[in-house]
């Protein structure tokens, strides 16, 4: 709870990207009229406001929604009945704005503004430093909101030998056209090494995709429904039932769909599909089985523009598109805060309630399978509650963090990839009983 009384709160929101929105909207709708988002882009919406500018973060220009419309739209806010079942990022950034006008939301935003630091002062208040329009200046705030993201810091992996060819990181990816006649190997086997390399292959020479180990890769579409409503509908049908029978039937469902991995010259996936952050996506499946992506093996050496790889293959290639995710970073918080151990594991009960601060959120800060702000629509209600004296902060913080990071692991593993993993279903459910009374009709 905030160290000053709710009613006269001041509360900072950093970041305007679809989680931060959807804060704000919550902080209005519990009374809480002094807000202050700062943005550091010229607009709102966050990644899905494409820019061609490599050096901007935002979507490559083919980039569609990965979760199904109906699945992905606000609860209290549906999409266009006219949007397709993935909605392309131009229709995406048209319904963030609709979103934001409306709620009202605009008013509070401060565009142009780079939060510098936020630092804790003796009183437990936040000293907001920023560079905005108007030069540098600094503010205090109650309770400081963090819906920055988490696709900030490009993860690049090291390979013995050096690449004489062009390297860059997804995030630098905008279009495929620089590419045309190029010989391209993509590394990775995330959403994005999917979707790029599919996207080369239309005007490259060439294009290759290196997988350290197995990935569940699914068609976004299977049996004739989006695989999330799909899934969801079987999650209802089977709510009764032991977690192992759940994925056993989901895991019948891709055999029967997908087939062999081998087919696609994929190895084969360790563990379930519902244990590990699958990838969505039917065009690299039919890229593979045509010929127009090549699959490789993981990458073993670089010498000049030839790349070797684990199974003892090689060939040239004149660029290297690194896919390979990225690493929590919040540069505006010390380590005292956010330390190294934090960012390895984020501690965060219901991902979003910092253990030794009661006055700092972190909203969106999970992957599920599924859409995040849709689940951060949520996380702020608790937020802006809790701020408000309406809603009580459990006094086991720290117990419960601990003990959902341990379940974490054990249900999806230790691994990086995994580390802020979610499953969307259970855990709407574990927001919404948090939010009790007060989830105002949501059914779980």
């Known amino acids: 709870m905030s160290p000053v009384a709710s009613g006269s709160a001041r509360v900072c929101v950093i970041g305007a990207g679809p989680c931060g929105l959807t804060t704000i909207k919550n902080l209005l ?11 550091e882009a010229s607009a709102i919406g966050g990644n899905w406001v494409y820019d061609d500018d490599p050096d901007q973060r935002s979507v490559y220009r083919a980039t569609r929604l990965i979760s199904s419309k109906r699945l992905s739209e606000f609860e209290d806010f549906p999409m266009p009945a006219d949007y397709p079942d993935f909605p392309s990022c131009r229709q995406m950034l048209d319904y963030f704005r609709s979103y934001a006008e409306r709620f009202g939301v605009l008013a509070k935003i401060r565009l142009d503004t780079r939060v510098e630091s936020a630092k804790r002062l003796a009183d437990g208040r936040w000293s907001v430093s920023v560079v905005g329009r108007n030069g540098a200046s600094s503010e ?18 090291h390979y013995p030998g050096k690449f004489s060819g062009k390297m860059l990181h997804s995030r630098e990816y905008k279009r495929p056209e620089p590419f045309a006649d190029q010989r391209v190997l993509v590394v990775g086997g995330g959403n994005s090494a999917c979707d790029i390399a599919v996207d080369v292959s239309r005007v490259a020479s060439s294009v290759s995709i290196s997988m350290r180990h197995g990935y569940f890769i699914l068609p976004k579409i299977m049996f004739g429904r989006p695989i999330d409503q ?29 087939g062999p991995w081998e087919k696609y010259g994929l190895e084969r996936p360790q563990g379930r599909a519902t244990s ?9 499946l039919a890229a593979l089985r045509d010929g127009a992506v090549v699959p490789r093996r993981a990458i073993a050496r670089f010498d000049g523009k030839i790349v070797h790889f684990s199974d003892g293959t090689s060939d040239t290639f004149d660029s290297v598109i690194w896919a390979t995710g990225y690493r929590l970073g919040y540069q505006f918080l010390d380590d005292s805060v956010t330390g190294p151990e934090f960012l390895a594991s984020p501690q965060l009960y219901l ?3 910092h253990p030794g601060i009661a006055n700092l959120y972190f909203i969106g800060l999970f992957q599920p399978i599924g859409c995040i702000w849709r689940l951060a629509d949520h996380q702020a209600r608790i937020a802006a509650l809790q701020i408000t004296g309406v809603l009580e902060r459990p006094g086991d913080v720290e117990a419960r963090s601990a003990r959902e990071v341990s379940d ?3 249900r999806f593993g230790s691994s990086p990839r995994h580390s802020i993993e979610v499953d969307y279903h259970d855990f709407r459910r574990a927001l919404l009983r948090e939010l009790g009374e007060h989830a105002g009709g949501f059914e779980t």
């Open 276 to 284: 590990m952050h699958p990838t969505l996506n039917t065009a690299i």
């Open 29 to 39: 709708a519990a009374d809480i009229d002094d807000v202050t988002c700062y943005e």
């Open 230 to 258: 799909l899934y969801a509908r079987m999650r209802s049908y089977l709510r009764y039932a032991p977690r192992f029978v759940q994925d056993a039937v989901a895991e019948a469902a891709v055999r029967l769909e997908v």
């Open 140 to 157: 205090t705030f109650d309770d400081l909101v963090v819906c920055s993201g988490h696709h900030r810091e490009p993860l690049l992996p």
């Open 351 to 353: 991902s979003m309630m």
């Open 408 to 410: 974490r692991r054990r």
